[in-house]
Every structure is written in structure tokens, then in C-alpha cells.
């Protein structure tokens, strides 16, 4: 079974603002470039090109979703506000968080959406076994009536809502390795337990406050949601143990029909956004450990999203590193990285990481 993996250059038309940080009329400072470009994943996308892989993957088609679709999720009075700013020219689209489009931006949201929903039927279908859709912007912040962290709609949650609502399925399971919280998705399923949310992201980054082990789920929900929020400088065995022991267990007990996975690569240990360790090899294992547990449940069927991950130096080689475990395919490119991103002290599972893992394990088990 082959490959999809979904691109389009109007992606990387996405204007998330010139600056980032303080506002330039109250920074004493000259402001710093916004770090959600296109750069990163457009280097992706051309790493993959070059290594030769791509032309061994299923290019599926973007397509751009509808608005009754992102009323599955997002309320009438945020799909009309997006669509007066991007018709205005661009701008911010946020409430508590300034989070940027520009001209056409709702255009090239509903794109980013429907890439991710266009993923989810080809795999259904049975035309590719996985896919990964490297689409921008991302989604995993966007809350029903609020753009937030870099994000518009919330491009996951709608194609798992689009897996259950329009394609018939009645399980369906998110693992979040972004290094925020995915807090959007959490909110799209709290009170829904066909959808079970895995969020493993660095504690207390973003949002603050947010993505804590006892946030389960309400109502139907209940136990249907975990929280993995590992201490700053978490590295290999802490997330290897962290799967090993919460993620794997609960996705085979709840037994999903399609695992997605917004996949952030801000858990890398260059990332400018988080604090944590990860390295490609890292991102290998654990897409080899979700593809185990996917053959086992719902016939390998795996949708990754692409969300957060912004040094442009790490994020190509991670990628890379995902699609040839997906794949099947290595390439012969070496991520000149790794090496001494290995070398560095503390990869190990720390104590202060392995009481957290032991206080989420409790949870995989009640996902029946």
C-alpha cells in the first residue's frame, strides 16, 4: 500500500504577519520575523524532493473544504469573521493571541482544512494505506469561535469530524506530538466519546495553563482525553517511554478505526518555540511505534496533520525521517544533525519525567 502525501503551493501563501513577540510600538527592541513562515515547510517539501522520495509517494489533491463543513466545528460568527478580514486584505483574526492572515487567507485556510479532510478519504478509500498532509496554516489551537497560536480552523478535528459524520466511522484516535498543548482538538471531542485525544506536549508552554493530566473529558467524554504534559528537556526515553506505556496501550484499547496525528515538530531540541530533545530518529520510532499499533487496529489507516515546528535547520530532516518510516523507504540522506543532538546529556528517562508517565497510566486503561 502506497503513500499519499498532500501539498499545494498556495500553502505557502499564507501571510502569519510580519513580526512576532511584543508589539513594535511597545518593544524597546527591533521586533523579531514571525517564526510560523513558509520557510520551514517549504525546505521540507524540497528535502523530499531532492532524496528522491517524493516520487515514490501518492500526491493527493488539495481541495478546498466548505463552510458547512467548518460548521461541524467553528461557529458562524468566526467562519464570517475570517472571511471579512481576509476579503479586507488580512490581518489579525485573533482574540487573546494576534494570529495573522493575509489577502485570500480564508481561501488558503479552507484549503489547509480540506487538505487534511481530502487525506482521510483517499485512506478510506483505500487508494493509500497513511498520508501525511503538509498543509499550512495549521490547526490545532483553533478553538470553535477563536483563532489562536499560529491557527485558523482546525484542520484535524474537522477531518476527524468529516471521518465520523461523513465516511460512517465510529472510533477515531489523535496522538498531538506537537510540543504545545492541542488544546483545539481537546475541545472539538470533550464530550464526545468517539473520538479519543492524546495530547504529549511540554508542560505548561502553550497554552498556558492548559493540557493538564486531569482535563479527561466531561459527560459521554469522560476518560476519553489524555493529557501527557512532560517536563522541559524531555528527550528519548522520556517520550519512547511515554508511548510505550500511555499512547500505545490506550490506542489498543480503545481500538480506533483511523489514528490522526497533528504532527508539530517544535519537540526538537532546536526549536526555537519549545524546550524539549527530540531528534529525527526519535520522530522515526515513534511513527514506527503508532504504524505497529495501527496495523493491529484499523488496518495501518494513519492521516498526520502538520501543525507547529519552526527551525528550519532540524524540521526538513524530521520530515524526511517520518515519510521513510510511513513510506517503507529510506533514502540516502543523513541528517547531519543527529549526531550531536545524540551526544547530548539527559536523553535517558529522568525520575522527575517518570512520575509524570506514572500518573497518566492510569488513564490508557479506561479507554474501553
Not at 467562519?79 to 483574526?93: C, Q, R, Y
Request: glycine share 12%; net charge negative.
Amino acid at each position: 500500500m502506497a503513500t499519499g502525501f498532500i501539498w499545494h503551493e498556495t500553502y505557502m501563501w499564507h501571510q502569519s504577519g510580519a513580526y512576532f513577540g511584543i508589539p513594535s510600538s511597545e518593544s524597546p527592541i527591533q521586533p523579531s520575523a514571525h517564526p510560523e513562515d513558509p520557510e520551514t515547510k517549504r525546505r521540507f517539501k524540497n528535502l523530499l524532493d531532492v532524496s528522491g522520495l517524493s516520487e515514490a509517494l501518492t500526491m493527493i489533491p488539495a481541495r478546498p473544504t466548505t463552510e458547512e463543513t467548518l460548521g461541524r466545528f467553528h461557529t458562524p460568527q468566526h467562519i464570517k469573521m475570517v472571511k471579512a478580514v481576509s476579503e479586507s486584505g488580512g490581518g489579525n483574526v485573533g482574540k487573546r493571541f494576534p494570529t495573522n492572515i493575509g489577502p485570500h487567507g480564508y481561501e488558503i485556510a479552507l484549503l489547509a482544512a480540506g487538505g487534511v479532510i481530502a487525506a482521510v478519504d483517499a485512506v478510506l478509500d483505500g487508494d493509500i494505506q497513511n498520508a501525511y498532509a503538509l498543509v499550512r496554516p495549521p490547526g490545532h489551537h483553533a478553538l470553535a469561535d477563536e483563532a489562536m497560536g499560529f491557527c485558523i480552523f482546525a484542520n484535524a478535528a474537522l477531518a476527524g469530524m468529516h471521518a465520523l459524520e461523513a465516511r460512517g466511522l465510529d472510533r477515531i484516535a489523535f496522538v498531538d506530538w506537537d510540543v504545545h498543548h492541542g488544546n483545539g482538538t481537546e475541545s472539538a471531542f470533550w464530550h464526545d466519546p468517539r473520538a479519543l485525544t492524546i495530547s504529549i506536549h511540554q508542560d505548561n508552554c502553550f497554552p498556558l495553563e492548559s493540557g493538564a493530566v486531569g482535563d479527561i473529558g466531561a459527560g459521554d467524554g469522560e476518560g476519553y482525553n489524555i493529557n501527557i504534559p512532560l517536563p522541559p528537556g524531555s528527550g528519548r526515553g522520556a517520550y519512547e517511554a511515554a508511548f510505550e506505556r500511555v499512547v500505545c496501550p490506550a490506542l489498543r484499547t480503545f481500538k480506533p478505526q483511523l489514528i490522526f496525528v497533528p504532527s508539530g515538530f517544535d519537540a526538537g531540541g532546536q526549536d526555537p518555540l519549545g524546550r524539549m530533545m527530540a531528534n529525527s530518529e526519535l520522530y522515526r520510532r515513534l511513527t514506527g511505534m503508532l504504524m505497529d499499533v495501527a496495523a493491529d487496529c484499523c488496518d495501518g489507516r494513519i492521516v498526520m496533520s502538520h501543525e507547529g515546528g519552526y527551525s528550519i535547520y532540524s524540521v526538513p530532516y524530521f520530515g524526511l525521517a517520518v515519510m521513510e518510516q510511513l513510506s517503507g523507504i529510506r533514502t540516502l540522506v543523513q541528517d547531519p544533525y543527529l549526531p550531536p543532538m545524540e551526544r547530548q546529556g539527559y536523553h535517558g528517562l529522568q525520575v522527575h519525567q517518570d512520575a509524570v508517565i506514572k500518573s497518566v497510566e492510569p488513564l490508557a486503561m479506561r479507554c474501553t
